[in-house]
């Protein structure tokens, strides 16, 4: 009986130990997140791409989907993978305005450990187009391929996507000339 007992209390106590290692290691990934931002209709917008828990990525692709109410119209790249070239789409490169899905790719074999950050990876910019709705959350969203490390082992990631909100007016923009200054405060 003491056996039974001893064996049912083992299973118990690995079943319960399960949660707490998938979650510890979800936390452990690394994670690539955009930033939800607000704009007004017939605006320009720039919102961050950010990664956190970096192990040391030496190559990554990330793919955008985003409503035909915005186009992207320019990208810049971020202190985080500075030490990655940036091959963008051959489209934005050419300063051509893209609409529905762009994909970005970082590569570099030879990254020191110095060049292994977390924080902005990209800065995209879009246009807000003139028929997007008020109150509406326009969804970008983000997918992360081919993510590998030095050894060339695939590395699985989360990815947070992120919205613009489309609103009338800019809080605090008392002066109504789209942007926050000291004119506002006074």
Do not use: H
């Not at 030879?110 to 246009?127: N, P, Q, R, Y």
């Amino acid at each position: 009986m003491k056996k039974v007992i001893s064996s049912l209390l083992v299973f118990i106590m690995v079943v319960s130990l399960m949660p707490i290692r998938v979650f510890a290691a979800q936390a452990e990934r690394p994670t690539f997140s955009i930033e939800s931002t607000r704009a007004k209709q017939n605006s320009t917008v720039s919102v961050e791409v950010k990664v956190a828990n970096n192990p040391g990525i030496i190559s990554a692709q990330l793919n955008f989907t985003f409503d035909d109410a915005l186009t992207l119209v320019g990208a810049v790249q971020g202190e985080a993978f500075e030490d990655l070239p940036l091959t963008m789409p051959a489209k934005l490169d050419r300063g051509e305005p893209m609409k529905g899905s762009a994909k970005f790719m970082w590569s570099n074999a030879d990254i020191s450990e110095s060049g292994i950050k977390d924080g902005v990876i990209l800065t995209l910019t879009f246009e807000v187009s003139e028929s997007a709705v008020e109150g509406k959350d326009y969804k970008i969203a983000l997918e992360c391929t081919d993510c590998c490390d030095r050894s060339a082992e695939d590395i699985e990631t989360t990815t947070n996507d992120g919205y613009i909100s489309i609103i009338s007016y800019l809080p605090g923009d008392v002066t109504a000339d789209e942007k926050i200054t000291t004119k506002d405060v006074i």
